[in-house]
């Protein structure tokens, strides 16, 4: 297959009047040994790429400087090395970025097949948010069978795949959304109580819930005096990992309670982390997770498809947070 020379791919420019993104011309990469350049069907938009266009969430290094951590497509070139995939093969990946692009390049640990009940352009949304959940409920958290689960957020694109994922693995699943409507979203994806959190207490509805026990882990990103709130809503030896602080990294935290109850802290970042880490997550994703999708217990949550040029609009839609899922943008 003969590859053009150049593609499109969107940049991050920097004015007086704010960011814009904005499509420009770029040499279509090549990849090195153990790399995989695939044609990209739709690549997922994620909130850290909000910050990375403001300037606050630098590429880790080596990583391209085009915005995008995950995307799916077709396999058009391999590099040395690469021995489980194919040109051809329909693929999603986690990438450290590059996704908003006409052509992205992988590297084989991160890369995972489209599940057979799910669209190609669906899949684009599928990594970055599965290997969240995966890596920080299981790996950090240690979620045992029949324990209790709290995810804030349930109406993000981590949310509703959280969501799913323990309703299918048997948890009772909490979560915590914006509005009426986002709550009704997430109850149909299976949480048993989605709590909206501008008119209600999510501490006192789950000690209510839970007979006064509280939740067993609880996935937050949300931060701020969410911290302290989330530690009085664990039951003894309860889990708390944090993967963003959206109301603000910095909070006031009574270790006691910690003490008391045999709490444990945790957070975890993906980006950065090497092939050797996000390699492992991959393997439990595609042993655990993906057969969920085949099964009928897990699917997409797709609300948006924009075209490639107008990833402006797809992250002022992020922004006003009225989406629910993913958004993705498609060349
Ligand atoms: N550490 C990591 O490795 C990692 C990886 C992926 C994602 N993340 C982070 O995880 C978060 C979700 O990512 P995403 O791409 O799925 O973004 P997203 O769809 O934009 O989700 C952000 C969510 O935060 C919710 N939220 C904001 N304030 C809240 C509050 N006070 N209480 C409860 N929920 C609140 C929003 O709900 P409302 O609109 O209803 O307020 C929205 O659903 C982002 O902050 C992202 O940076 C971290």
């Known amino acids: 297959m003969t590859l053009p020379a150049a593609m499109t791919a969107i940049r991050a420019e920097r004015g007086p009047d704010g960011t814009r993104l904005v499509p420009e011309n770029i040499p279509v990469p090549q990849p090195g040994p153990g790399q995989i350049l695939f044609k990209v069907a739709s690549a997922g938009v994620?909130?850290?790429?909000l910050l990375q266009v403001e300037g606050h969430h630098p590429p880790p290094p080596g990583a391209p400087a085009t915005p995008g951590l995950e995307a799916s497509g077709t396999v058009v070139a391999v590099g040395p090395g690469v021995n489980g995939w194919s040109v051809g093969d329909a693929i999603c990946a986690l990438l450290p970025g590059g996704g908003y692009a006409e052509y992205a390049i992988a590297t084989e640990p991160c890369v995972l097949p489209v599940p057979?009940?799910?669209?190609?352009?669906d899949a684009g949304g599928l990594p970055e948010v599965y290997f969240t959940v995966w890596s920080n409920v299981f790996?950090?958290?240690g979620l045992k069978s029949g324990e209790s689960f709290l995810v804030h957020g349930g109406s993000s694109g981590i949310g509703t795949?959280?969501?799913?994922?323990m309703h299918a693995r048997g948890h009772k699943v909490f979560t915590t959304a914006g509005s009426a409507e986002?709550?009704?979203a997430c109850v149909a994806l299976g949480a048993t109580r989605a709590i909206d959190y501008r008119t209600e207490d999510f501490v006192a509805v789950v000690k209510a819930e839970t007979g006064g026990k509280g939740v067993d882990v609880i996935l937050d990103m949300v931060g701020g005096d969410y911290v302290m709130r989330n530690l009085q809503s664990l039951a003894r030896g309860g889990r708390l990992t944090n993967i963003a602080y959206q109301k603000g990294a910095k909070a006031e935290v009574d270790f006691r309670i910690v003490q008391a109850r045999l709490l444990t802290l945790g957070a975890t970042g993906l980006r950065g982390r090497p092939d050797s880490e996000k390699g492992p997550i991959r393997d439990a994703l595609a042993k655990e997770v993906w057969p969920l999708f085949d099964a009928g217990s897990l699917k997409p949550v797709t609300y948006r498809v924009f075209p490639l040029a107008e990833a402006g609009?797809?992250?002022?839609?992020m922004k006003e947070s009225s989406h629910?899922?993913?958004i993705l943008l498609a060349p």
């Open 46 to 49: 994620n909130r850290a790429d």
């Open 182 to 184: 986002k709550c009704a």
């Open 139 to 141: 790996d950090t958290a």
């Open 324 to 326: 629910i899922g993913k």
């Open 116 to 121: 057979k009940s799910v669209s190609l352009v």
């Open 313 to 317: 609009a797809a992250h002022r839609l």
């Open 161 to 165: 795949a959280a969501i799913q994922l």
